[in-house]
C-alpha cells in the first residue's frame, strides 16, 4: 500500500465547474499538507499548505483536511482554463534533518472553456 | 525573493556516459537542499537532500551521487548513465526554520538512449 494515494484522473470538468481534488494518506505522523500545481514540463508550483484539520481558504482555492479520517481535498471554484494542469498532494513528517515530503502521484486536471 | 535556477532544460545522453546537472538557488542563505526525480505519471522520488556545504543524504541507492560545493549550489552527478536514469529532475529547497514548505526549480527533463 502506497503512503499516499491520489486518484490520477483525468478529471474533466467545463469551465466555471467546482473541482475537488482528494487524496487519502495511511501514515498518521503526517504533520503538515499541501498541495502543488505543475503545468506540463514544469517545476511543482506550491498552491496551499496546512497544518490542522479544517479548512483554510486562499481566493478560489480552499485546502481541507480531516485527520480523523486520513483524508485531505482541494477545492477549487469557478475553475478557469489556466487550471488545467497536475495538482499534486504532499505530505511531511520528520526527519532528523527537518522534514520529509511524501507526494501523490498526482492527478490532471482539464477544464474546458 | 528567492529564485531557484537549474540546468540545462532538456538533455539527452547515450548510455554509459557521464552526467552532470546543475540547481542554485538566490535570495536565501544556508537553505536545505532536495534532488527528485519523476517518472511520468508518477508522483516525485526524493533522491538526495543537503542541510549544509558537503553534507549530502541518500534516500535511495542508486546510480547518481550529489554534491555541494557552495551554500547555494547542488550538484547531481552519474558516472555512467543508465536507460533507467531517464526522467524529470527537479531540485528543491526550503528554508531554515520552515522545512515543512519546498520550492521547486523548473526541472532538467534527461533522455537515455
Request: hydrophobic share 35%; glycine share 8%; net charge positive.
Amino acid at each position: 500500500q502506497k503512503e499516499v494515494e491520489q486518484d490520477p484522473g483525468p478529471l474533466s470538468v467545463p469551465e466555471g465547474a467546482i473541482v475537488s481534488l482528494n487524496c487519502t494518506y495511511s501514515n498518521s505522523a503526517f504533520q503538515y499538507f499541501m498541495w502543488y500545481r505543475q503545468y506540463s514540463r514544469k517545476g511543482p508550483e506550491l498552491l496551499m499548505y496546512t497544518y490542522s484539520s479544517g479548512n483554510k481558504e486562499d481566493g478560489r482555492f480552499t485546502a481541507q483536511v480531516d485527520k480523523s479520517s486520513k483524508y485531505i481535498s482541494l477545492f477549487i471554484r469557478d475553475s478557469q482554463p489556466s487550471d488545467s494542469a497536475t495538482y499534486l498532494c504532499a505530505m511531511t513528517f520528520r526527519m532528523e534533518y527537518g522534514n520529509k515530503l511524501v507526494f501523490g502521484a498526482g492527478t490532471i486536471l482539464r477544464v474546458k472553456s | 525573493s528567492q529564485t531557484i535556477h537549474q540546468w540545462p532544460a532538456t538533455l539527452v545522453q547515450p548510455v554509459g556516459s557521464p552526467l552532470s546537472l546543475e540547481c542554485t538557488v538566490e535570495g536565501t542563505s544556508n537553505p536545505n537542499l532536495y534532488w527528485y526525480r519523476q517518472a511520468a505519471g508518477r508522483g516525485l522520488q526524493l533522491l538526495f537532500y543537503s542541510v549544509g556545504i558537503g553534507q549530502i543524504s541518500s534516500e535511495v541507492p542508486q546510480n547518481l551521487s550529489a554534491s555541494r560545493p557552495q551554500d547555494r549550489q547542488f550538484i547531481l552527478s552519474s558516472k555512467k548513465l543508465l536507460l533507467s536514469d531517464s526522467g524529470f529532475y527537479l531540485c528543491a529547497w526550503s528554508a531554515w526554520g520552515r522545512r515543512e514548505t519546498q520550492y521547486f526549480g523548473p526541472g532538467t527533463r534527461l533522455l537515455v538512449l
